[in-house]
């Protein structure tokens, strides 16, 4: 499900510790992949995101101040998985990349759907915490069909040190409702960047 495995690896896509709900497109990201980007890809809840890094169907976005893909704190990412089709393909696809989270020793928080209607295939919701010796970072991934194809929506939170224990629980408990919620309501796909 989450082929960007690794914790710098586990890009973990980002969701917003503010309202996704009300995020506009401010324009997609020019230039190649590897400079700075210097317009925002997209902002959530006065947050402005940027494109920091793309491979195949992945793109990853994070806040000015943090484009150091080894030290972040915020991450969306973007995923698309265009082998699945349908409702079908894509709960398979959310049940491997669970799978793919337990294998690198996730700890799994939460795992809820919202069924389908007779408008739009089932969605998928699947939060984990990955503890690091350096880092622990909290990972909200959304699974819904955009445009014929599968896509997910990472939101990606680190906290660093060798004690972040505390400090994340903490977190998770004045922000981890609201992501949920706000997780499933966010209606804005993110354009990939565009590149010369």
């Not at 992945?58 to 806040?63: G, L, N, S, V």
């Not at 101040?65 to 349908?86: C, F, S, V």
């Not at 295939?121 to 819904?144: C, D, G, M, N, Y």
Request: glycine share 6%; proline share 6%; aromatic share 8%.
């Amino acid at each position: 499900m989450i082929d960007h495995i690794g914790i710098a690896g586990i890009t973990c896509v980002a969701v917003i510790v503010v309202q996704i709900g009300t995020a506009t497109l401010l324009g997609d990201s020019q230039g190649d992949a590897s400079k700075k980007a210097k317009e925002p890809a997209f902002s959530l809840a006065d947050v402005k995101y940027f494109h920091r890094y793309s491979k195949d169907d992945q793109h990853e976005y994070t806040p000015a101040g943090q484009e150091d893909l080894n030290r972040w704190t915020d991450m969306i990412t973007t995923h698309k998985y265009p082998q699945a089709k349908d409702g079908g393909g894509l709960a398979s696809v959310a049940n491997a990349v669970l799978e793919n989270y337990k294998a690198h020793k996730a700890m799994v928080l939460k795992t809820s759907s919202v069924p389908r209607t007779p408008e739009k295939p089932a969605e998928h919701l699947i939060a984990v915490l990955f503890p690091r010796p350096e880092f622990i970072e909290a990972v909200f991934s959304r699974f819904k069909m955009h445009e014929s194809a599968g896509v997910a929506i990472i939101y990606s939170h680190r906290v660093y040190g060798k004690k972040a224990g505390n400090e994340m629980s903490a977190w998770l408990q004045k922000n981890g409702a609201a992501i949920d919620k706000r997780m499933m309501e966010w209606t804005v796909m993110p354009k990939p960047p565009t590149t010369k």
